[in-house]
């Protein structure tokens, strides 16, 4: 259970909620269940495999991304770990207190700021990442090989329809409805 609620519980209680409502009902619980498992293995990890080596999830996906990618700037790091440049930020800086990241300036750039793994996280995710990789086949451990096939392809076109139509879809749906103005907090002017 992810939530107060088991996943049956809630389906049901949206079933009674929208019955008759004009929408995609497939859609709607595709998407849904898509954030429900996506929370409920969050938590699997955090409250497993990541508590022992003290992480969140997302500053281990920070650290897996700069292990991949060996040095990236800033800004891409934040794009795809799928956080704010901003959070990633505070995430780096609690990573370097732990000597697992670093920060090095843009051989080109001094305002451009790169991350790469220290030898200690290099350690850390050559020795976290098998038992990460083991958390994740319990995780899918009920549906066969051809299942988690059909599954990572369904994810992957959903993903790629997104790359390539979403900014434009966003666009015109700002374009719709722009966005109500900014509260400063001030009173208006007379």
């Known amino acids: 259970m992810t939530g107060h609620h088991t996943l049956r519980e809630t389906e049901l209680a949206i079933e009674r909620q929208l019955s008759g409502?004009?929408?995609?009902?497939?859609?709607?619980?595709?998407?849904?269940?898509i954030y429900r498992a996506?929370?409920?293995?969050?938590?699997?990890?955090?409250?497993?495999?990541?508590?022992?080596?003290?992480?969140?999830?997302?500053?281990?996906?920070?650290?897996w991304v700069?292990?991949?990618w060996e040095e990236m700037e800033t800004r891409h790091v934040a794009e795809?770990?799928?956080?704010?440049?901003?959070?990633?930020?505070?995430?780096a800086r609690t990573l370097e207190g732990r000597g697992l990241l670093e920060r090095a300036s843009h051989a080109t750039d001094g305002r451009r700021v790169l991350l790469r793994l220290t030898d200690k996280g290099h350690e850390l995710m050559r020795e976290l990442?098998?038992?990460?990789?083991?958390?994740e086949a319990f995780v899918v451990e009920r549906l066969s090989r051809s299942q988690n096939q059909a599954l990572t392809e369904s994810l992957r076109t959903v993903i790629e329809h997104l790359e390539e139509g979403g900014e434009e879809r966003r666009a015109a749906l700002r374009a719709e409805s722009p966005p109500p103005p900014r509260r400063s907090g001030r009173r208006p002017r007379g």
């Open 21 to 33: 409502a004009p929408v995609r009902h497939d859609a709607m619980m595709a998407v849904s269940n």
């Open 80 to 91: 795809e770990a799928g956080i704010s440049k901003g959070t990633l930020t505070g995430v």
């Open 66 to 68: 700069v292990w991949i």
């Open 38 to 63: 996506a929370a409920a293995i969050r938590q699997h990890f955090e409250a497993s495999v990541l508590r022992g080596a003290d992480l969140t999830w997302t500053a281990f996906v920070v650290l």
């Open 129 to 135: 990442f098998p038992a990460f990789n083991a958390e």
